[in-house]
């Protein structure tokens, strides 16, 4: 066998084809890097696969067209035929030739990984996951093509013959698509047959085991038919009769059973076999939170998914496949809208988007809507990018509100222009079942009774006499605040009244920083403060925040009916300096004086004050005006969103305070124009060229001598 294999690597590297298909997947795989990484960013090379993968329908049938074929036109299978070694070493001799020139351009890519790596954060697993993919499918369609090659003595029939089976496996999905929207018998058949959706399942960030055991399997199958089909052909030769031939017929469908067998068995694998995820912040791993929240359910609940699933969404199916898989109490249902057009009607009014989601328990049920799964960031009204997955979080949240009895009530004061709870925060209310509802004191006569909390967002505009009875009525009765002071030169006497109450009040000037290490950029005032531990801080205790623009607390550690916990606190190389809002620029003089104040400060305080009946009233102080803002959390993606989630349950005290932030895509790498169009020239023009010259040259001095 090892004789076989050495003369059939020489072959390749001897002739110009093994130099032109080295030379036509450099090119492919240059100009999908040159577009996906270099200039587009994406941090793994999953989409450089995809795309390469079109090319191999051609690249294969003409590596492999002559391994067989050939040799039986000149003849020279008469050797194989008679030689005293097994056909089982010719045909795994002559495959791994096959593999080893496949695999050239496959080592090389895998090495890409481990240098980009170095110029920022690289999905090691998911690039490597779907280069494993991109390994076996070329393992696959490389035993077929060689069986192929066995049938014929025509190199080019081979070839064809190799190129329509290949090519229609690539495109199966759509070919299923086009007979059928609904899916039906036909279709769920020629799906057997969809060789890249496997390798699909594999470059999105998971290790799909039933894909590694299609691959393989098929491999195995088509090099056993390889097998038999010189065997047949060798009994041929020695005088074997009919019996043979209907020997080797009953062996293959014995073997097509057996491989049919083992790929239902791998499809049929519990889902925490069936599925590894390799992403680097488990995108689709479901948290101990959500297994323990799972773990207690004792209502039945379904979740129906408004898609034919032969179109689902596989990241979202993986995710209710697990859930489904951890408890008894939930089932999952597909529900075709073709088929039941008028099914969200007992749901919801509005008819929800494909592939969205109706969680329904013994008392209430919520519709998650497609779009909601997904995060995304809009360039434009039509140009945007996916940035995180909330299928869990999602789901979770809706499992909490189907079985809870109540739905606490947070109202968010408005009418002094404060700032709007937006985005990611917003959703995170929502998904905590938190009914937020905007309050003008002004229509009411005082806060609501359902009212658990208030929220006072950053007013730039003072509060009236009025307004301010009315909320400090609410809190003597045990309510619950969450106050957050601008940063503002107008006088706010009436607001102020209301930090007065818990004993707080806000220094005039803004925080900077002198440790480098503890602000963002080159800007001082865009700090990252200390977190201190608290009930309140628990979810992002051994995390970073991000508070820009914030102001120090001051208040009497001694109070006899407050007690104070500091949430946030600067470091001791902090100074507060007074400027006015319109002077603060990058290129203002930052350096410290005399008559700044000296660190650290609290920004954050949570002030528990004992009110009527001994009833406690909990306020949460944060002077940074930005803090619950998408752009501040952008800078430290998903950590403020989780302290404002953590301070908002704790203070309306819910029965469940279960909160699964969504997870967010390793972002975008950046590289300089003229990097990407060096990498771009090496890539797609010399290194192809090169291997075009190299093997050119080689045929044409082994054709002269």
Not at 41 to 67: D, K
Not at 76 to 96: H, N, R
Not at 297 to 309: F, G, K, P, R, T
Request: with cysteine; charged share 20%; net charge negative.
């Amino acid at each position: 066998m090892t004789a076989i294999y050495k003369r059939e690597v020489r072959a390749f590297f001897h002739s110009f084809i093994g130099w032109l298909y080295l030379a036509a997947m450099f090119l492919m795989m240059g100009i999908y890097f040159t577009y996906f990484v270099m200039l587009y960013g994406e941090p793994n090379i999953s989409y450089v696969l995809q795309g390469s993968l079109f090319l191999l329908q051609f690249a294969v049938p003409i590596l492999t067209m002559r391994s067989l074929a050939e040799e039986r036109k000149q003849k020279t299978d008469q050797l194989i035929l008679t030689a005293p070694v097994s056909v089982l070493k010719i045909v795994l001799g002559k495959y791994l030739a096959l593999l080893t020139v496949y695999a050239v351009p496959v080592v090389v890519v895998g090495i890409v990984p481990l240098i980009l790596s170095f110029f920022g954060e690289f999905q090691m697993g998911v690039s490597y996951t779907a280069l494993l993919g991109f390994f076996l499918y070329g393992a696959f369609a490389l035993a077929a093509g060689g069986f192929f090659s066995s049938l014929t003595e025509s190199p080019v029939i081979a070839a064809v013959l190799t190129f329509v089976v290949l090519f229609l496996g690539y495109l199966m999905a759509g070919i299923c698509s086009m007979i059928s929207q609904t899916g039906n018998l036909l279709t769920r058949l020629l799906s057997i047959f969809d060789m890249a959706g496997r390798f699909d399942a594999m470059a999105d960030g998971s290790l799909y085991v039933p894909s590694v055991v299609y691959y393989v399997s098929l491999a195995i199958f088509f090099l056993f038919c390889t097998v038999q089909s010189i065997q047949k052909r060798r009994y041929s030769v020695s005088g074997g009769g009919v019996k043979n031939s209907a020997y080797h017929i009953g062996l293959f469908f014995v073997t097509a059973a057996l491989t049919a067998v083992v790929n239902v068995l791998a499809e049929k694998m519990p889902e925490n076999l069936r599925s590894l995820d390799v992403t680097s912040n488990k995108m689709y791993t479901l948290t101990d939170e959500t297994k323990a929240f799972v773990a207690e359910l004792s209502d039945d609940i379904h979740i129906y998914v408004m898609a034919n699933e032969e179109y689902k969404d596989e990241n979202l199916d993986k995710t209710l496949r697990k859930l489904e898989a951890l408890s008894e109490h939930i089932t999952v249902t597909y529900v075709d809208p073709l088929l039941n057009p008028q099914f969200y009607s007992n749901y919801a009014e509005t008819e929800p988007s494909s592939n969205s989601l109706i969680v329904a328990g013994p008392a209430r049920s919520r519709v998650i809507d497609y779009y909601n799964i997904y995060g995304y960031d809009y360039y434009s009204y039509y140009e945007y990018q996916i940035t995180g997955y909330d299928g869990e979080g999602q789901i979770v949240s809706a499992l909490d509100y189907v079985t809870s009895d109540t739905m606490p009530k947070l109202y968010a004061v408005g009418g002094h222009n404060e700032l709007e709870l937006e985005g990611q925060f917003l959703q995170t209310v929502q998904k905590k079942n938190i009914d937020c509802e905007p309050l003008l004191l002004l229509s009411v006569d005082e806060v609501p009774e359902d009212a658990q909390a208030l929220i006072l967002n950053a007013p730039l505009s003072d509060y009236s006499e009025d307004d301010v009875n009315k909320i400090i009525a609410y809190l003597e009765k045990g309510g619950n605040a969450v106050i957050i002071p601008a940063w503002t030169d107008a006088e706010l006497p009436n607001f102020e009244r209301i930090l007065d109450y818990y004993g707080v009040s806000v220094t005039e000037g803004i925080i900077l920083e002198e440790d480098a290490d503890f602000y963002y950029g080159q800007i001082p005032y865009l700090i990252f403060p200390q977190v201190v531990y608290d009930e309140m801080t628990e979810s992002v205790a051994d995390s970073v925040v991000f508070a820009p623009y914030a102001q120090g607390l001051l208040y009497d550690e001694a109070a006899q009916d407050i007690l104070y916990a500091p949430l946030l606190q600067t470091k001791e190389t902090s100074y507060s300096k007074i400027y006015q809002p319109e002077e603060l620029e990058i290129e203002t003089d930052f350096n410290k004086t005399n008559d700044d104040l000296e660190g650290p400060f609290v920004i954050a305080v949570r002030a528990k004050k004992t009110v009527e009946n001994n009833e406690i009233s909990n306020g949460v102080v944060v002077a940074v005006e930005f803090f619950f803002t998408e752009d501040a959390d952008s800078i430290v993606p998903g950590n403020n969103v989780r302290a404002f989630g953590n301070i908002i349950g704790t203070l309306v005290e819910q029965e469940s305070t279960i909160l699964i932030p969504m997870k967010l895509y390793t972002a975008m790498m950046t590289f300089s124009t003229r990097t990407a169009a060096i990498v771009g020239l090496l890539s797609v023009v010399i290194l192809p060229l090169c291997l075009l010259v190299t093997g050119f040259i080689i045929w044409f001095r082994r054709r002269r001598a």
